[in-house]
């Protein structure tokens, strides 16, 4: 009875720390919703992940395009054309690093009249999630787009108020 007693207690501990684990690990951080706009190519020059920098109004965007990111979807804004993805799965991927983690778009030194990278904020990377997504849209930006249904599949954090967004092949 004894036995039995304990490897019902033991069983219903590991199912509800797995319940509280799976559930932890399908939210983003606050950190990640919200809106963001698109970084300027001279701010990572020899990165090909996009970044993304905070903006109250993902509509500030203009030109940049930017992303707003709900719970359970994400908007891509440009201009006023909008695009719509429901995120079907979010995955705890790992723990941010404060040290190799941080992003530093350059800033413009007018002392120097150089670019260089920015200061550090207080603001400390949040783990890496993967999203898997359907989108429904434009396929483009520019006029002859027609509408469609694709899959993205990426990573994201953020940190120093901005994000980080690594485009991954569909699996």
């Known amino acids: 009875m004894k036995t039995k ?3 019902t207690s033991i069983a219903t501990l590991f199912l509800a720390t ?4 799976a559930a932890e690990t399908t939210k983003l951080p ?4 919200g809106a963001w706009c698109g970084s300027w190519g ?5 990165d090909d992940t ?7 109004d993902v509509h500030d965007c203009a030109n940049r395009g930017g992303i707003d990111i709900h719970p359970n979807s994400y908007d891509y804004v440009r201009f006023e ?16 690093d404060p040290k190799k983690d941080r992003i530093r778009p350059k800033v413009y030194d007018p002392k120097t ?10 603001m400390l990377p949040s783990a890496v999630y993967l999203i898997r997504a359907i989108c429904n849209g434009l396929d483009d930006w520019f006029a002859g787009a027609k509408k ?24």
């Open 81 to 96: 054309v909008k695009t719509s993805c429901k995120i079907n799965s979010i995955k705890f991927v790992r723990r941010g």
């Open 18 to 21: 797995g319940a509280a684990h």
């Open 30 to 33: 606050d950190a990640i919703l």
């Open 5 to 7: 007693l304990l490897s």
């Open 113 to 122: 009249e150089k670019y260089v990278d920015a200061e550090l904020t207080k």
């Open 148 to 171: 469609r249904i694709w899959h993205e599949t990426f990573e994201i954090q953020s940190s120093d108020f901005w994000i980080t967004r690594w485009p991954l092949a569909e699996g």
């Open 42 to 46: 001279w701010q990572f020059p020899d």
């Open 50 to 56: 996009a970044h993304l920098w905070r903006t109250d």
